[in-house]
């Protein structure tokens, strides 16, 4: 059964980047199919998406979102991270990170973020 992990600084000052890691365990990344994602939810607001990085390490992101996120990859320690640069206070939020497979989707227990200085 797969396991996804978030990991990084819970306090983030604005402007600044914020970088978290999700450490994946019970499956590779790279199996074919396989789609892993970065959502987020703001306080008192719904889900919001933020991009994905394939099995084959292509990325996709959210318009709103793509001129400051970058998602990456670690393969060897089936590891994938998010950066998102210049944040603010609208960044605070709680983090996922997750798996796509065919549909079904597997979650992180989500990480807080807050953007504050």
């Known amino acids: 059964q797969v396991q996804l992990q978030e990991s990084g600084p819970g306090l983030v000052k604005p402007s600044q980047t914020l970088s978290l890691t999700c450490t994946v365990s019970?499956?590779?990344?790279?199996?074919?199919?396989?789609?892993w994602g970065w959502i987020r939810q703001p306080p008192g607001k719904g889900l919001e998406w933020i991009g994905d990085?394939?099995?084959?390490?292509?990325?996709y992101y959210s318009p709103t979102l793509k001129s400051r996120a970058s998602i990456s990859r670690d393969t060897s320690k089936d590891q994938f991270t998010l950066q998102l640069s210049s944040v603010t206070p609208e960044d605070t939020a709680v983090y996922y990170c997750?798996?796509?497979?065919?549909?079904?989707?597997?979650w992180g227990q989500g990480t807080q973020v807050t953007t504050s200085s």
């Open positions: 997750a798996r796509n497979y065919l549909g079904d989707t597997d």
């Open positions: 019970g499956a590779s990344i790279t199996t074919t199919y396989y789609l």
């Open positions: 990085i394939s099995y084959s390490g292509r990325t």
